[in-house]
């Protein structure tokens, strides 16, 4: 078979892909934000002074939680979820909501550190200015040292955001349903187009690397132009 | 020091701070009364700095009372530890109990937890009053940093009219205003729409100085504001901090610029060991000086 044969055939099944590739887009950006939500709020109960009770569990509560998530396979946690945890949810007509939440809840506990990191990254005197101004400690924490932080965590943050557009691959292994209608991640749809046609299972393989990687630079790109914008005010 | 008629406007009373197993503070009393500059010397390590940082609770004191504009700022009791109340709790264990008869302990436990009881009381409600008022208290009390601590991510006027916009209720427009009239005064009023990292650090200090005075504080305090400082840049801050002496503010300097301490201020502490060693008027403090440390100090310094 010429290349040219598996080209054609690769442009045979594109909408097939680009289906499987817009559902592995909708999980993953769908499960970053819940993602970055978990993170912000994990990170905000590790780093507010633990002055009562309430925080202090909450504070438990939190490390369990990463704990828990860091030191379990993704893959795992997604079986636990699809098997046990959100099995309500399993058999809806669109399920695509169990995945999301399992990504979601694995990516904030990595975002908590991150963003946990960045706080504590900028200088502990700010927080002291701001409080002897007689600013609350949320309010210097909003206005002063969360937009500071952003500014170091973007590039980690990114990178937890391309590991997650990745890793959301592994959704393979469940059964994923739209309105009733069964549907495939792109590499899920991949590896049933292969399963036909075993001939052209290396170029669908291929073909969903490059998708991939062109999602990740487009990604790079916007951290570029994120990363520029924020830069702005440390220009002279 | 001669007698006054008014209250103090803040009054610290046996102020203790431990670092871990490291004592800072061991029992500092001072009365600041409204007009006094005071000028706090050392030598590095004594203390100093964190006593300053003690009076707008920054550092939160061990034990001791501090007391503003007749409110409790801070106050702990240090009366009974947990030990020795759960020890007289069990009379058996505790051998000093052993020669008690069982009336006496009674007596001595009821009147204990009647003690314990009214002394819980009284710091449950100083607590609130101090976790509430806390932020109130910080408006009226002005603090100046050794590294400046300007907000890098807002320009120089959102730096100043931050706090006075979120605590004080002013509009932009006034809180604008307010903030141009006082950075002219200090000469940086055509730097206001720069970021702080285009400034020069004398300049960075003046800011610092300029927000801590946008809140109209009763009482500024200064955590050795020229120490990092190129040395040409030293002058032109502590102009503006004598100027605000002459204006009549308030003010606590931890300062190594002995020259500042001798002209501007009117009273001088000298810290050492965590406690007020000697405290004089600057003419005496510096001519006739009376603690062994402080001659010492002082034929290394002048």
């Given amino acids: ?236 | 020091m001669k007698e006054r008629n008014t209250a103090p406007l803040l009054q610290v009373k046996n102020l203790c701070k431990k670092f871990d197993k490291n004592n800072v503070l061991n029992g500092i009393d001072l009365d600041i009364y409204k007009g006094d500059v005071i000028a706090v010397i050392g030598p590095s390590g004594c203390g100093k700095s964190t006593f300053l940082r003690c009076l707008n609770l920054l550092e939160i004191p061990t034990a001791g009372e501090i007391v503003f504009q007749n409110e409790y700022l801070f106050k702990l009791y240090s009366r009974y530890t947990k030990k020795q109340i759960k020890n007289l709790k069990r009379p058996v264990v505790a051998p000093i109990n052993a020669s008690l008869t069982e009336e006496k302990k009674k007596e001595i436990l009821a009147n204990l937890s009647a003690l314990l009881k009214e002394q819980k009381a009284e710091e449950k409600a100083i607590k609130k009053a101090t976790d509430k008022g806390i932020n109130q208290h910080r408006q009226k009390i002005g603090m100046v940093f050794q590294q400046f601590n300007l907000f890098p991510n807002l320009t120089i006027m959102q730096n100043v009219t931050l706090a006075p916009i979120k605590l004080k209720g002013l509009s932009k427009e006034q809180a604008e205003e307010k903030a141009l009239a006082l950075l002219d005064k200090v000469g940086l009023k055509d730097r206001a729409n720069d970021y702080p990292s285009a400034l020069s650090g004398g300049m960075k200090q003046r800011v610092a100085i300029v927000r801590a005075l946008a809140m109209e504080p009763d009482i500024m305090l200064f955590d050795e504001p020229t120490s990092a400082l190129d040395p040409e840049m030293v002058g032109e801050v502590l102009k503006v901090m004598s100027d605000l002496a002459t204006e009549g503010m308030t003010m606590v300097v931890v300062t190594h610029e002995m020259g500042f301490a001798r002209e501007v201020a009117n009273r001088i502490l000298f810290i050492d060991g965590g406690v007020i060693k000697e405290e004089n008027s600057p003419k005496e403090f510096f001519e006739n000086p009376k603690d062994e440390r402080l001659k010492e100090f002082l034929s290394k310094v002048l």
């Fill in chain 1, 1 to 236: 078979m010429s290349f040219s044969q598996h080209l054609q055939y690769i442009y045979s099944v594109r909408g097939l892909l680009l289906e499987g590739l817009g559902v592995s887009l909708i999980i993953a950006f769908a499960a970053v934000i819940i993602g970055f939500v978990i993170g912000v709020v994990l990170a905000m109960i590790k780093i507010a002074p633990k002055n009562n009770l309430f925080i202090k569990i909450l504070d438990k509560i939190a490390d369990l939680y990463i704990t828990v998530i860091r030191g379990t396979p993704m893959l795992v946690q997604l079986l636990i979820m699809y098997g046990v945890v959100l099995v309500a949810f399993k058999n809806n007509p669109t399920n695509l909501v169990v995945p999301i939440i399992s990504f979601g809840i694995n990516s904030g506990a990595y975002m908590a550190e991150i963003i946990r990191s960045g706080i504590n990254s900028v200088d502990k005197g700010q927080m002291e200015a701001g409080r002897s101004l007689g600013l609350s400690w949320s309010t210097t924490m909003f206005k002063i040292i969360i937009p500071q932080a952003i500014k170091t965590v973007i590039p980690t943050i990114f990178n937890e955001i391309i590991i997650l557009v990745k890793e959301t691959s592994v959704v393979c292994y469940i059964v994923l349903r739209i309105g009733g209608k069964q549907v495939w991640d792109l590499l899920g749809i991949a590896e049933k187009l292969g399963l036909n046609k075993p001939a052209y299972y290396m170029s669908l393989i291929f073909s969903v690397a490059i998708m991939y990687l062109v999602v990740v630079l487009i990604l790079t790109l916007v951290q570029k132009l994120i990363e520029r914008r924020l830069a702005k005010n440390e220009r002279t």
